[in-house]
């Protein structure tokens, strides 16, 4: 039907052929134009309108959105968005046992780096679409490919770039075994450091002790985290409550000198619905008093742009509608996505995807045979009961 086309297979096979690791570290990361550029050949075959964007923040990075079926004339949210990522973590040199860019079936699997976390996905849409009757679409169908969501989810915080982008439902395709997720916490990670002033120990007044302050720090974070538990609740977590983690500490140099630097990296989790910033102003309200004990001693540095929480109503449509086809209740995530951003587009958004997180950042990452059949069967169900 479609001679362009390569079978499921192929496709699946030139994805993970197409190194699109993504990382902070430079000389891991590399763009994924490669995997942008297969994705667009496809989907354009297949009579997509095809939208490639270079990223503002990240130059040689690609985001790109595929559209086709009528737009509603009154600019309303209509159709289905489904979405991934086109990069992947860097893998572990020597603890793999297979080439990480060459798809392999083995003892009922595919192997390869991105297999469930998350390239093959885009191969599952374009064969679930394969065989549909697209000019028979009553709403708009919508594949978008992000960039950088390993890193610092770059690609999805771009998405105002795309005009009209105005999906009713999204569907994100990250591995959950195709178990319906529909809310996640958030995430932000910061550094606080505390600069003192050196000096011998022998006169432990003489100096500022960085380490000193870094207690009373600790201590205040302590009672952040107790109310924080205190004040918000949210049942369907294993965690009901946001949560704060000192994850690295490192302070001074050796024991007869006052201690002129002391460093705490430490990670939030807010719950959906709570504000960036108003996690930030009870982080920087808990240490309010420390800063004025000692002026320009403290400094919180973020460490990366924080990813917000997010949640789709339980008695959502899209819910309702993943639930029956997949024949599983819908769950909360502990881990973060890109869902955060693309919710803020207006729509209903659920993660659903084949694959197994488990494997996800894996060596010998890999989705099993027998996943492949149902998985695209629900996802061309779900296309035809938002679209068609
Ligand atoms: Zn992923």
Redesign the pocket.
């Known amino acids: 039907m479609h001679r362009t086309l390569p079978s499921f297979m192929d496709m699946y096979r030139d994805l993970i052929a197409a190194p699109s690791v993504s990382c902070l570290e430079p000389t891991w990361d590399i763009s994924n134009r490669q995997v942008i550029e297969l994705l667009g050949l496809w989907l354009s075959s297949l009579g997509f309108h095809v939208e490639i964007q270079e990223l503002e923040r990240q130059a040689g990075k690609y985001n790109l959105l595929a559209s086709i079926g009528p737009e509603p004339t009154d600019g309303s949210a209509a159709g289905l968005l489904l979405s991934g990522?086109t990069d992947t973590v860097p893998w572990d040199e020597g603890r793999w046992t297979r080439d990480p860019f060459t798809l392999t079936e083995a003892d009922g699997k595919l192997f390869g780096l991105g297999s469930a976390?998350?390239k093959g996905f885009f191969a599952f849409v374009i064969e679930a679409v394969r065989d549909l009757d697209l000019s028979k679409l009553k709403k708009p169908l919508r594949i978008l490919a992000t960039a950088d969501?390993?890193t610092s989810m770059a690609g999805a915080r771009e998405l105002h770039r795309f005009a009209n982008l105005k999906p009713e439902y999204a569907v994100i395709g990250?591995p959950t075994n195709m178990v319906p997720v529909r809310m996640h916490k958030g995430h932000s990670t910061d550094c606080i450091r505390i600069t003192g002033k050196s000096g011998h120990s022998s006169n432990p007044a003489a100096g500022v002790n960085a380490i000193s302050i870094m207690h009373e720090v600790l201590g205040s974070l302590k009672t952040l985290e107790q109310s924080l538990k205190d004040k918000f609740h949210e049942p369907a977590f294993e965690v009901p409550y946001p949560t704060l983690n000192f994850g690295h500490i490192h302070g001074g140099d050796a024991a007869n000198r006052i201690c002129a630097c002391c460093e705490l990296h430490m990670d939030m989790r807010p719950l959906p619905g709570m504000r960036i910033d108003t996690l930030n102003d009870m982080l920087n309200g808990a240490l309010a008093p420390i800063r004025e004990r000692y002026p320009n001693a403290l400094d919180i540095i973020a460490m990366h742009e924080p990813i917000p929480g997010y949640e789709t109503k339980a008695d959502a449509a899209l819910v309702r509608l993943a639930e029956a086809i997949s024949g599983q209740n819908a769950e909360p995530a502990n881990y973060c996505?890109e869902a955060p951003f693309i919710h803020d587009l207006g729509c209903e958004t659920i993660v659903m995807g084949p694959g197994s997180i488990r494997q996800?950042h894996q060596p010998d990452e890999y989705i099993t045979l027998a996943e492949i059949k149902p998985a695209q069967q629900q996802l061309r169900e779900l296309i035809v009961k938002t679209c068609f």
């Open positions: 990522h976390d998350m969501e390993e990250e996505t996800a």
